[in-house]
């Protein structure tokens, strides 16, 4: 055969793979999500999310001092609250020396160069398990957005460089962006769940935090999955209101909404690599069916092709452990 064009050329070698590689994952490209809990010298594994662990903000610290290290410059805190300060007005997320507030306090003060997001919803609190206020059957909107509103001041007070409210209520972002303003935190940005759907994938999150929904669903605040252009109105919505991150969430069964995500807007993309995708590859790891560190870097590659800049992760550590040899 005499071809003009030989595909294969750009394969040769590891040296021209390496030359035309599209797409490149470096540490800093991944958020890492942190679950704490109260206490001192407590790491619990979850039995859902194995070698991913609950820790007190003592071993916090040196875990994100060791991520610092690694060339991560992002951690997503969430707390697991205790069953007695959990209510229906989500209060104790707003106490001033709650587990969260302390939490980015000591990052801030041991690392105060690693960017501190913070989740901002109402389950981790709620007796009900829902990211808002429940009257009767309903997780009512504007009563919660103004809680959100509070607590994400409340973790602006306390250092967070980013506020990451995962709460899907309609209008938080505008009410976020301007409480932040009226209490002077010109500088705290916001990371919107924008485009976060009703997953089966979240459930061994809510293991971790013991948070999963007392009665029904989530499903009249999270998206449906059938839906793609409905997410493109909820990123374009977040952006107006003042989004400076747009999340899509889950990441691997959604990379077409990350795309069309990516195509539609000038603020950077993240994508949650959520806790049931983590799950999945440790799962078939274990059982010797994949092989896990390839599978990592394939998914997390694949993520950020699809259009994400930014990728929360809770493979962050090995990731950017295997990155560096
Ligand atoms: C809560 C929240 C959830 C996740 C992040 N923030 C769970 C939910 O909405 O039920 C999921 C993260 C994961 O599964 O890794 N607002």
């Given at each position: 055969?005499?071809?003009?064009?030989?595909?294969?050329?750009?394969?040769?070698?590891?040296?021209?793979?390496?030359?035309?590689a599209?797409?490149?994952?470096?540490?800093?490209?991944?958020?890492?999500?942190?679950?704490?809990?109260?206490?001192?010298?407590?790491?619990?594994?979850?039995?859902?999310?194995?070698?991913?662990?609950?820790?007190?903000?003592?071993?916090?610290?040196?875990?994100?001092?060791?991520?610092?290290?690694?060339?991560?410059?992002?951690?997503l805190?969430?707390?697991?609250?205790?069953?007695?300060?959990?209510?229906n007005t989500?209060?104790?997320?707003?106490?001033?020396?709650?587990?969260?507030?302390?939490?980015?306090?000591?990052?801030?003060?041991?690392?105060?160069?690693?960017?501190?997001?913070?989740?901002?919803?109402?389950?981790?609190?709620?007796?009900?398990?829902?990211?808002g206020?429940?009257?009767?059957?309903?997780?009512?909107?504007?009563?919660?957005?103004?809680?959100?509103?509070?607590?994400?001041?409340?973790?602006?007070?306390?250092?967070a460089?980013?506020?990451?409210?995962?709460d899907?209520?309609?209008?938080?972002?505008?009410?976020?962006?301007?409480?932040?303003?009226?209490?002077?935190?010109?500088?705290?940005?916001?990371?919107?769940y924008?485009?976060?759907?009703a997953?089966?994938?979240?459930?061994?999150?809510?293991?971790?935090?013991?948070?999963?929904?007392g009665f029904?669903?989530?499903?009249?605040?999270?998206m449906?999955?059938?839906?793609?252009?409905?997410?493109?109105?909820?990123?374009?919505?977040?952006?107006?209101?003042?989004?400076?991150?747009?999340?899509?969430?889950?990441?691997?069964?959604?990379?077409?909404?990350?795309?069309?995500?990516?195509?539609?807007?000038?603020?950077p993309?993240?994508?949650?690599?959520?806790?049931?995708?983590?799950?999945?590859?440790?799962?078939?790891?274990?059982?010797g069916?994949?092989?896990?560190?390839?599978?990592?870097?394939?998914?997390?590659?694949?993520?950020?092709?699809?259009?994400?800049?930014?990728?929360?992760?809770?493979?962050?550590?090995?990731?950017?452990?295997?990155?560096?040899?």
């Amino acid at each position: 055969m005499h071809l003009t064009r030989r595909n294969r050329i750009l394969r040769v070698s590891p040296a021209i793979r390496e030359m035309v590689a599209e797409t490149v994952l470096k540490p800093s490209d991944f958020i890492a999500p942190m679950f704490i809990v109260e206490g001192q010298q407590v790491k619990e594994e979850i039995s859902s999310m194995p070698g991913y662990y609950r820790m007190s903000i003592d071993l916090a610290i040196e875990e994100v001092q060791q991520l610092w290290s690694l060339g991560i410059r992002s951690v997503l805190l969430f707390i697991k609250c205790t069953d007695d300060r959990k209510d229906n007005t989500g209060a104790e997320a707003l106490n001033p020396n709650g587990l969260m507030q302390r939490s980015i306090r000591a990052i801030k003060a041991a690392c105060p160069a690693m960017v501190v997001m913070t989740d901002v919803a109402l389950d981790p609190f709620s007796t009900f398990g829902h990211d808002g206020i429940v009257q009767g059957a309903e997780i009512v909107n504007d009563a919660t957005v103004e809680v959100l509103a509070q607590m994400s001041v409340s973790h602006a007070q306390a250092g967070a460089d980013f506020v990451a409210p995962s709460d899907m209520m309609d209008g938080r972002i505008a009410a976020i962006r301007n409480a932040l303003e009226m209490a002077g935190f010109h500088n705290t940005g916001i990371m919107a769940y924008s485009a976060k759907y009703a997953s089966c994938f979240y459930g061994p999150f809510r293991d971790a935090l013991d948070s999963a929904p007392g009665f029904g669903d989530k499903k009249t605040y999270q998206m449906d999955f059938a839906n793609r252009t409905e997410a493109i109105k909820e990123v374009m919505m977040d952006i107006e209101e003042g989004a400076d991150i747009v999340m899509v969430k889950p990441a691997m069964a959604y990379l077409d909404i990350i795309r069309e995500v990516k195509n539609n807007v000038q603020v950077p993309v993240s994508a949650y690599h959520v806790s049931g995708e983590y799950a999945m590859i440790k799962a078939a790891a274990k059982m010797g069916w994949l092989n896990e560190e390839k599978a990592i870097m394939e998914s997390l590659t694949s993520i950020k092709r699809a259009g994400a800049t930014l990728i929360a992760t809770y493979f962050a550590k090995e990731a950017a452990t295997m990155l560096q040899r």
